[in-house]
């Protein structure tokens, strides 16, 4: 059994992946996990963790969700792909090498197609992934369970946003908690 490292501010990355405007309609969370994504941005900015968002094919898929968008900071990374897989992009690659990120927190759509390609793409290159399970979502709900069923026994932890933050907060004696604390309420 491998041991799971607690999340760590100076080798996680926050990923966002593919949640796209065009999902809208055909996703019946989407607003829901679009806005807990949003919060996940939020708290990530405050406590200096980068954010990496995917959009794929955006000029048929449009871009990022309004929820998301505008908490986006200008550090955060948008990378266009074609490939289900993050991971099939060069750019996606080399951030985690110029950044040293050895845990990724992944949320986003759909969870099992670019979701799984790309978490089964990190694991492979023996990066820790963290699932927030409650920013994850597909048009079925049981493709979300397999892909989560799947994912972690390949080797992902399960995890959702409020224990992700805090864990990333370590303290309540950190100038974030207020922040992070509203953000979760």
Do not use: W
Not at 98 to 117: L, P, Y
Not at 129 to 144: G, M, W, Y
């Amino acid at each position: 059994m491998t041991s799971i490292r607690r999340l760590s501010r100076e080798h996680a990355a926050l990923i966002v992946i593919d949640m796209q405007e065009a999902f809208r309609p055909v996703i019946q969370e989407f607003t829901e996990v679009a806005t807990r994504i949003s919060k996940a941005v939020q708290g990530a900015q405050l406590l200096e963790v980068p954010i990496i968002v995917t959009e794929q094919y955006p000029k048929g898929l449009k871009h990022t969700a309004a929820e998301i968008l505008p908490h986006l900071p200008p550090t955060a990374n948008t990378i266009e792909k074609f490939c289900f897989s993050s991971c099939g992009v060069e750019e996606f690659q080399q951030l985690f090498i110029r950044r040293n990120i050895k845990q990724a927190i992944v949320c986003g759509i759909e969870a099992h197609i670019c979701v799984t390609q790309t978490v089964l793409d990190l694991l492979a290159q023996g990066l820790e992934v963290h699932l927030l399970v409650d920013c994850i979502t597909a048009r079925k709900r049981d493709s979300k369970e397999v892909a989560l069923t799947r994912l972690t026994q390949a080797g992902a932890v399960v995890s959702n946003l409020e224990m992700a933050l805090f864990e990333l907060l370590r303290t309540a004696e950190s100038p974030h908690f207020k922040a992070i604390q509203s953000l979760i309420k």
